[in-house]
């Protein structure tokens, strides 16, 4: 009855049904009840059915499967790749010599700049940049960034880290940015390189290092350059999106006034397109991180390098002292680049605006007190730096009058309107001729170091030899090897190739369609005929048991999080953070308290992966309308009741949605699993690169790849028939 009465309300409340139809009303809602019953009663015998013969095929099955000898003989891709590479090194070579001298020579200058500069010269560098696009909270976050790189003696890595990024994403933006426009100005062009930027975006990042090894070398020049076609495909889009977004009244309006289409590209669309090409730019900074840890695999320097040599040693202090220097450089950088793109905000005239506590705290007596200073500092540093700038520019104006007026006005307004950037320069200025002619500044004082690796490593000691915490950890590796892990990799290795295949392509014709289900063959059939069936099977079975729990543990703080604000406003920044982070860093806790193996790599892809699914279950819950929770309540449902049966079906395509983004983002992490004991396609991945053969390593990319586009399409096709169905 509770049932069948809060269907029909919530029907009337979505559809303003009329109370005269209750009767017919109700009477259609049992029909409808008792139709989907038998409907669920059916698809879940249809999947009992096909998982009793999977099991009976797998048991059946002597060992793993392999698809036929005589198609992988014929199918040589790894030959072909190999081939090809060889023929591109003979006759190409010399002009990836070329491209990579040039990069090289840019990189060594940018990152002797760096190194030879006086500390105090990068601290201003960082801070006063970061001061003026995001206020005084980012620029004093800058300052403890920069001074917990020198403290843990991680100056020179982390500067030689921002060299490599900053080469990277200059290059980066400055191409995406020229393809960007042209893809926004031409549907054809976009359509060729949509297809392009998808295969860019869900190759894993590992895969890159590949190509850049054997056609450029070791250094900093293959990273720089493997680092730059893995981070563009986001300002390509953003660029495009933002210039198509433009209202088309906008560009009406500039046309009647005679512009042509250079005039509308640069003076209305592209300025009016900046927040999004920006959020483009933030996307690429944090990619081109990403992929820059993981280019001390090629040679290349910085704090991925120290991160590497402390797992190989197994020093956890080490390991997170260059972890942390990447989490702070990379929220540093990510917010600086967001602070561009956020609209300025504008307060009213009478209300104090607040520089370094929250704004929402104007109400109280105290903190205006606090602020007061502070306003009275910005004042006065506001005045003096308009003051110099705009005497540096009536200097130039006055200079170059005499040569061209018109010219010298243009220039003045140019220089005053600059009144922050001129002073830091004069600021950078005196810096170098202080440390030149005065005082030696030289690089990070030593007597300010204050090293925690000691303090970690103790405490992480004392816990390993802890008999609860060994007891903890033993019993869940054990519990997730032995119940979850291995029970799954012996099913999933051992079902016949031809059944799985063929539940995957039933899937695909069933959620998306005829077309995509002969895809998913083709794609599957390349996967076996590479020879690396059972290896994308464990990799299977790794991502599927992460998923779950991811699940486990991701839905109930979900629940929680909906339920009660100041929960999740805490879990919101531990969130942010931990997608922040680059992946290559998850490893350090878990190697620290679990050691390594199989079962790490899993616990480790759990903690990267689980920030979707907790988000998006929030979300979908506290987007449902409190009118069908009243609802369910005026009926005497309970707490339990209502969450069951009223907002988790309707947040089922949230769910869904966080699902499809714990898969994908659990598949990227089988790239770098294989260093703490990962198996799968991930592993040989890393034995192609360590072999020197790029076409096993593509394969097993592409192998990884292909996985996640079939399960990606698949969840959602089916979120969309959620959707459909719920009236979303």
């Not at 170098?432 to 030289?442: M, N, R, T």
């Not at 392509?505 to 998306?512: E, H």
Request: include cysteine; proline fraction near 4%.
């Amino acid at each position: 009855t509770y049932n069948l009465l809060l269907t029909y309300t919530i029907f009337c409340f979505k559809s303003k049904f009329n109370y005269s139809n209750f009767i017919n009303m109700s009477s259609s809602t049992e029909i409808l009840g008792k139709s989907n019953q038998s409907k669920n009663l059916i698809t879940y015998s249809i999947i009992g059915i096909v998982f009793l013969i999977a099991f009976w095929l797998s048991s059946q099955s002597e060992g793993p499967s392999k698809f036929p000898k005589f198609v992988t003989d014929e199918f040589t891709f790894t030959a072909w790749v190999n081939e090809g590479e060889d023929f591109l090194k003979k006759n190409y070579r010399w002009i990836t010599k070329i491209i990579a001298g040039y990069i090289k020579a840019s990189y060594y200058f940018v990152e002797d700049f760096l190194l030879e500069s006086p500390w105090l010269l990068i601290t201003a560098i960082i801070f006063l940049p970061c001061m003026i696009a995001g206020g005084l909270r980012l620029g004093l976050y800058s300052l403890f960034v920069v001074y917990f790189w020198g403290a843990t003696g991680m100056w020179e890595p982390s500067l030689q880290t921002v060299a490599l990024m900053g080469l990277s994403v200059l290059l980066c933006v400055f191409f995406g940015f020229i393809l960007g426009v042209f893809c926004s100005q031409s549907d054809r062009f976009e359509n060729f390189m949509k297809p392009v930027l998808d295969t860019m975006q869900v190759m894993p990042a590992f895969v890159y290092l590949f190509p850049a090894l054997f056609f450029f070398g070791i250094g900093g020049a293959p990273a720089i350059l493997a680092t730059m076609i893995y981070a563009m495909p986001p300002i390509i889009r953003l660029t495009n999106t933002g210039i198509r977004q433009v209202p088309a009244q906008t560009i009406e309006s500039a046309t009647s006034f005679g512009s042509n289409k250079l005039q509308l590209l640069f003076k209305i669309k592209i300025p009016l397109s900046l927040p999004s090409i920006m959020m483009g730019i933030n996307q690429v900074i944090m990619m081109a991180l990403a992929l820059v840890v993981l280019a001390c695999f090629i040679g290349a320097e910085g704090i991925g390098g120290q991160v590497w040599q402390a797992i190989r040693r197994l020093d956890v202090g080490w390991a997170m002292e260059g972890g942390l220097c990447i989490l702070f450089m990379a929220i540093m950088f990510d917010r600086f680049s967001m602070a561009f793109s956020k609209d300025k905000e504008r307060l009213p005239s009478d209300v104090q605006k607040f520089y370094l506590l929250p704004q929402s705290w104007a109400k109280h007596q105290i903190a205006r007190l606090i602020e007061k200073p502070l306003s009275i500092t910005h004042d006065i540093m506001k005045y003096i730096c308009l003051f110099i700038t705009n005497l540096i520019a009536y200097v130039f104006k006055s200079l170059i009058s005499i040569f061209n007026k018109i010219s010298a006005e243009d220039i003045g307004d140019f220089i005053s309107k600059r009144y922050y950037i001129i002073p830091s320069f004069i600021v950078f200025l005196l810096i170098i001729l202080v440390d030149a002619y005065f005082i030696k500044i030289g690089s990070f004082p030593e007597e300010w170091r204050l090293s925690i690796r000691q303090p970690i490593t103790n405490a992480v000691e004392s816990l390993t030899v802890n008999p609860g915490f060994i007891s903890f950890t033993k019993g869940l590796r054990a519990f997730v090897y032995l119940n979850l892990l291995r029970p799954l990799d012996v099913f999933l290795t051992h079902i016949p190739w031809w059944y799985t295949m063929a539940v995957f392509v039933a899937l695909g014709y069933i959620t998306v369609g005829i077309r995509f289900a002969i895809i998913t063959a083709l794609l599957l059939s390349f996967i076996g005929a590479c020879g690396i069936w059972s290896h994308s099977m464990i990799t299977l079975s790794s991502v599927l048991v992460s998923v779950a729990l991811c699940f486990v543990i991701g839905v109930p703080l979900g629940i929680i999080a909906s339920y009660n604000e100041r929960f999740r406003n805490i879990q919101n920044v531990v969130l942010d953070a931990m997608q922040t982070l680059p992946y290559f860093c998850y490893l350090i806790p878990v190697l620290m308290f679990f050691g390594g193996g199989i079962v790490s790599a899993v616990l480790a892809t759990v903690i990267y992966a689980i920030p979707p699914i907790i988000r998006l279950t929030s979300l979908g819950l506290t987007q449902v309308s409190g009118t069908y929770s009243e609802v369910s309540r005026s009926f005497g449902g309970t707490l339990i009741q209502t969450l069951n049966k009223v907002k988790f079906p309707l947040a089922v395509p949230s769910l869904v949605i966080g699902f499809n983004q714990t898969v994908i983002m659990a598949f990227a992490m089988q790239i770098v699993t294989p260093l703490i004991g990962g198996k799968g396609l991930g592993l040989e991945v890393f034995n192609g690169l360590a072999r020197s053969d790029t076409g096993r390593g593509l394969a097993a990319g592409i192998g990884i790849v292909l996985l996640a586009i079939i399960i990606d399409r698949i969840t959602l096709a089916w979120t969309k028939k959620q959707r459909q169905a719920l009236g979303l």
